[in-house]
């Protein structure tokens, strides 16, 4: 069924501020990973202090973790999912370095706990809060890693089951239904879960976990809905991934429209450039809701990205900001 959405439909100086806030963090990304130049990489004032994620998701350290040493492991199917949960509910991969793949048979939830425990004794914390949203608190006890063992534990009991409903999924958002339902996780867990699954791989010829894309469909979080939201007109209230799918197939003509030279990454596999997927677009729009919050004087970011200092920043990105 066609969309609705049309360039109208949306607020044009907030959308130009939109391409341009992506246009410049991925370049951010170029000049300082890419080139290896020395820093500062931007003159936008809030790029220089706040700390954004990269557009591209695979860029992340710890979705590369999660590609490297999970998906691409030389181990089944059944066992990789396993472990891409449990890296994405505990998020910190120095953890799961230390708590060692995980084959379903072999699961010791009381292994678990001792490496969870002797991580926090050490003064660390186990876990990241970029993940700490799920539902592992319900499974009896007040110790979160003795909770987590369990929750586990009880997916290992089910897993032939759960794998099997996972594997026969006819789609991707069938495929978000089955994970989300699984204790502990949720909306946002499943969703971090499921575009993992669909990261092309190497021991796969090319070929992700599950035969889906990212561009086949996407969950706007509530980060993303509020960007979503901020980016229409007022009088316009299209579905959510009728929006994201507007973004993202208007990517090019809309960075040629702003003049805007986007920095595209490189598919190392076909050596072409790799277009913002729908679930790149999806964490775009989280990122943006924040940016413009801290642009408006409405918001802060929680974590600091420190840049040498130089010239006077220009105004170039959060130009127009509306309060």
């Known amino acids: 069924m066609a969309s609705d959405v049309t360039f109208a439909s949306f607020n044009q100086e907030r959308l130009d501020i ?19 130049l020395p820093p500062p ?15 591209y998701r695979e860029l992340d350290p710890g979705t590369q973790y999660v590609i490297q040493e999970v998906l691409e492991k030389d181990a089944t199917k059944e066992d990789k999912v396993f472990n891409v949960m449990l ?43 970029a993940y700490l949203v799920s539902g592992y608190t319900m499974m009896g006890t007040h110790d979160k890693a003795e909770n987590i063992a369990r929750l586990f534990g009880q997916l290992q009991r089910t897993y032939t089951n759960f794998y099997s409903r996972l594997s026969s999924c006819p789609t991707s958002e069938a495929a978000y239904e089955v ?6 996780f949720g909306n946002f867990l499943a969703y971090q879960v499921l575009v993992d699954l669909l990261y092309p791989l190497a021991c796969y010829d090319g070929k992700p976990l599950l035969p889906f894309s990212h561009d086949d469909w996407a969950a706007a979080g509530p980060g993303a809905q509020r960007g979503i939201k901020m980016l229409l007109r007022p009088e316009t209230d ?32 076909t050596q072409q450039p790799k277009d913002i997927s729908l679930a790149n677009i999806q964490n775009c729009l989280c990122e943006y809701h924040k940016y413009i919050k801290i642009g408006n004087g409405t918001g802060k970011g929680r974590r600091k990205f420190a840049q040498p200092a130089a010239a006077p920043a220009q105004l170039t990105l959060g130009e127009g900001f509306a309060r």
């Not at 230390?98 to 660390?124: N, S, T, Y």
């Not at 994970?179 to 502990?184: I, S």
């Not at 579905?239 to 799918?245: A, E, H, N, Q, S």
């Open 18 to 36: 939109f391409w341009r806030f992506v246009c410049e963090r991925q370049m951010v990304w170029k000049k300082r990973v890419l080139l290896k």
């Open 41 to 55: 990489w931007t003159d936008d004032p809030i790029l220089r202090v706040e700390r954004f994620t990269n557009i």
């Open 87 to 129: 890296y994405r509910l505990i998020g910190r991969s120095e953890t799961h370095q230390r708590v060692g793949f995980q084959q379903v048979k072999d699961f010791d939830p009381a292994h678990l706990v001792r490496v969870l425990h002797a991580i926090r004794d050490e003064g660390k914390s186990p876990y990241t809060a």
């Open 179 to 184: 994970l989300r339902a699984a204790n502990g």
């Open 238 to 269: 299209p579905p959510t991934l009728d929006v994201m799918r507007w973004l993202r197939e208007h990517q090019h003509e809309e960075f040629a429209r702003l003049g805007l030279a986007f920095p595209f990454l490189i598919d190392e596999r």
